[in-house]
């Protein structure tokens, strides 16, 4: 008896002794008095200090120190591989050999830390990760992509956006006012002088900021790269400045063509057209200090004109028109030593919108192919050229189809596109997992474009100016793999998944978390995309017919055989819809369940916000269960009629349809006025855009409406039951119907 109780004695005593040393060696791990700077560079200070907030250091014990010689005991070393002066020079060396692109290493050396940069930007993106090397004794780390551009969004300061997204460009800022004071003064002199007044003021006001926002950036040793919208319209750039152009030189008023959503305001076949464009490039990028522009050549581009000087010479097409303005901006821009992005996104699918043409070409079928249009472009100039295309072969579609165009551009660096702003995926008010769909294209992305191409995010919420991605306790997941994933695109997405659920939940409450978001990529799409096609682009209920049967082509899938079977009007396709919509409310019901064993977990504020989110996204996705098995229903009826027979049981569930969403659109985005989310700056109750997409009573009016009048053109109206029946009355702006009882 007494030897086996020594026995378990000494077992247990070694576990003990265990536990006590593994503490011991993670205080000891913690316990830094010092960071010392050797690379002396801003950005270098600035990976000091957030590493001093991390650590709990104060701001007195960051020292600047280029000749220090040794690392003691409680030092973080900040240095770069230019710093090869330094005592440990030989390690640098040998460091070098490891590092690609803006890499960085850490080191533990007489218990300190020697972290090493191959850029001062480097050290920052060490900083933002410290978690992950402050307990190793070495710790590599590369990019994926040589090239990682993110638009500039939350509440962190810029350094701390660099430190978390690890990128080397930024867009951002607010631009610049071109007034041609100076370049053309002939047309600013023409102008009233009140305009004028307007325009210099906020010119100066403009430039203040921009070069403010440059400059820290600079500090920061990453690019700026300001954004320049709508192509070549020089009547959306300023019209006040466009309409002296016209007025002093009116050659180079362009011809729209009848009809067409693009317009011809500028001519390219004018020589003088060029010369203010580039004025205008030119005056633009000198205001804002910015290393590049990333310039939008779509949707209300301002080139398609069709005079007759370039229906001669081809400057009518869309492809020459891209060719010579790509070829203009660059011309200007590289003369300056700045960089030009092309960005060659385009609408989602050729439509119409209030009578005008959208042409959206490049995405196939009657749009023709994305090559064809950027050929030239690719193909005709020079390599510098920075090409940008979205992953999306549509216009950010929740599931959509990879880019057909991404990798075509071969002689030149390429950039995949991600837009991570809930656009038509109900613009993050519900939880919006994207993860498994990130994964996926980000390893695309670098099969296409390869390692010296790169890739680019704009994070935030469509038409959610208080809203921050960053903040937001449920979708900022989808941002934190992204970037994860630019630097180690291997991932376990369980381990990515983890870490992010513990900081925000901790162990307990973030397993159950993270159950019910990964439920929440496939709800979203099954709500948002029925059988695979389009909606919203701002993720809003439809207002029409007519509109619906444009949405739905979005995703680009309606004339592949695979999919065109699924409009196909049938009930057998209705019957897919229903199982579909089914199906993503039995998932949103699970991600209640997980929520309900989190709570226990999780703060109070935390569940009260999920649950309010989670409320908002199965009342939403109920509507929208009624709303795309209704108009399926409608497509049957219209198909049916056009044979001269119907099937008039179809209007029963149609009025059913009908009387859910009545009670259910009051149910939509219920909330506390005085309630604060995690993504927001304020209450609830004080939003700039109370939380909405819509109202779904339009259109299922019209549906109903419209697939009663097709049932009794073929039966009479003395054939539907009365309990079908329901007093529907539409009267809105895409039309105005009254029911005939």
């Known amino acids: 008896m007494r030897k086996k109780f020594f026995k378990n004695f000494s077992a247990g005593l070694f576990v003990f002794l265990g536990l006590l040393i593994c503490c011991y060696n993670n205080v000891e791990r913690y316990n830094y008095k010092r960071i010392i700077l050797i690379d002396t560079s801003d950005a270098s200070k600035f990976a000091a200090k957030i590493l001093a907030k991390k650590l709990g250091i104060h701001s007195d014990s960051i020292f600047c120190i280029p000749e ?46 020697l972290v090493c940069g191959k850029r001062p930007r480097s050290l920052l993106y060490a900083a933002g990760d410290m978690e992950k090397w402050i307990n190793r004794d070495k710790f590599v780390r590369n990019p994926e992509f040589k090239t990682r551009i993110a638009v500039f969004h939350g509440r962190m300061s810029v350094p701390e956006f660099i430190a978390y997204m690890k990128v080397n460009m930024v867009v951002g800022g607010p631009g610049a006012t071109v007034t041609f004071k100076n370049t053309m003064p002939e047309i600013f002199n023409s102008l009233e002088e009140d305009v004028k007044n307007s325009l210099v003021n906020s010119s100066i006001e403009k430039e203040k900021k921009s070069k403010e926002f440059a400059n820290i950036l600079h500090e920061c040793d990453v690019e700026y790269i300001a954004p320049f919208s709508y192509g070549c319209d020089f009547k959306r750039w300023s019209l006040p400045l466009y309409e002296a152009t016209i007025k002093l030189y009116p050659s180079v008023e362009g011809k729209s063509k009848e009809r067409s959503f693009e317009k011809g305001t500028i001519c390219p076949s004018d020589s003088m057209t060029w010369v203010v464009v580039k004025n205008y490039i030119k005056e633009y990028i000198e205001k804002t200090d910015a290393d590049g522009l990333i310039v939008s050549f779509w949707d209300s581009y301002g080139l398609y004109c069709q005079c007759e000087r370039c229906k001669e010479n081809g400057l009518n097409e869309f492809r020459n028109e891209l060719y010579v303005a790509v070829k203009n901006y660059y011309d200007v821009l590289s003369s300056l030593g700045k960089k030009l992005i092309v960005r060659t996104w385009s609408s989602g699918v050729p439509h119409w919108l209030r009578g005008e043409w959208v042409h959206a070409p490049g995405y196939g079928h009657f749009g023709g192919e994305g090559y064809e249009l950027w050929g030239r472009v690719f193909e005709e100039l020079p390599r510098e050229i920075i090409i940008q295309t979205k992953i999306y072969h549509s216009d950010c579609q929740p599931n959509a189809r990879f880019s057909e165009l991404l990798g075509k551009a071969k002689n030149h660096i390429q950039i995949a596109e991600y837009q991570m702003t809930g656009q038509t995926q109900g613009r993050f008010y519900f939880p919006t997992s994207m993860v498994n769909y990130i994964k996926w294209t980000m390893k695309e992305s670098l099969k296409r474009v390869s390692a010296e191409g790169g890739v680019y995010i704009h994070p935030g919420a469509t038409r959610q100016r208080n809203y921050s991605l960053f903040d937001d306790i449920l979708n900022s997941i989808n941002v934190y793999v992204w970037k994860e994933l630019t630097w180690d695109i291997d991932s376990d997405l369980n381990d990515l998944w983890r870490k992010w659920a513990t900081d925000i939940y901790g162990e307990r409450g973030g397993k159950f978390i993270i159950e019910a978001l990964k439920l929440s990529e496939e709800a979203i799409n099954l709500t948002f995309s029925p059988l695979g096609f389009g909606t919203e682009t701002n993720s809003d209920f439809s207002n029409s017919i007519n509109r619906k049967e444009v949405v739905i082509m979005y995703t680009n899938r309606y004339y592949l055989p695979e999919f065109s079977k699924y409009l ?85 569930f149609i009025a059913q349809a009908y009387d859910s969403i009545k009670i259910h659109k009051d149910k939509l985005f219920l909330y506390d006025d005085n309630f604060k989310f995690s993504c927001y700056d304020t209450l609830l109750g004080e939003l700039n855009r109370p939380p909405s997409l819509g109202n779904p009573i339009y259109l299922i009016s019209e549906l109903y409406i419209r697939s009663l009048q097709l049932v009794e053109e073929i039966v009479g109206h003395d054939y539907i039951p009365d309990e079908w029946i329901r007093n529907v009355q539409y009267d809105h702006s895409f039309g105005n119907l009254n029911k005939r009882r």
Not at 92 to 109: E, M, N, P, Q
Not at 612 to 617: C, E, I, L, M, P
Not at 622 to 632: A, G, P
């Open 68 to 113: 220090y010689r040794n690392i003691h005991r409680g030092d973080i070393l900040l240095i770069t591989t230019s710093n090869d002066g330094f005592q440990y020079g030989r390690y640098i060396k040998h460091i070098k050999k490891k590092l690609k692109y803006d890499g960085y290493v850490t080191l533990r050396k007489n218990r300190g830390i």
């Open 568 to 652: 196909l009007p049938t009930i057998e396709n209705i019957n897919l819809v229903v199982q579909e919509k089914n199906k993503a409310l039995k998932l949103i019901k699970k991600m209640y369940d997980y929520l309900r064993i989190a709570k226990p977990f999780i703060r109070d504020d935390y569940y009260k916000e999920i649950k309010t989110r989670f409320d908002w996204f199965r009342e939403f996705a109920i509507c929208r269960k009624y709303i795309d098995e209704s108009y399926w229903r409608f497509r049957y009826l219209r198909c049916l009629n056009s044979m001269r027979t119907t099937d008039p049981e179809q209007i029963k």
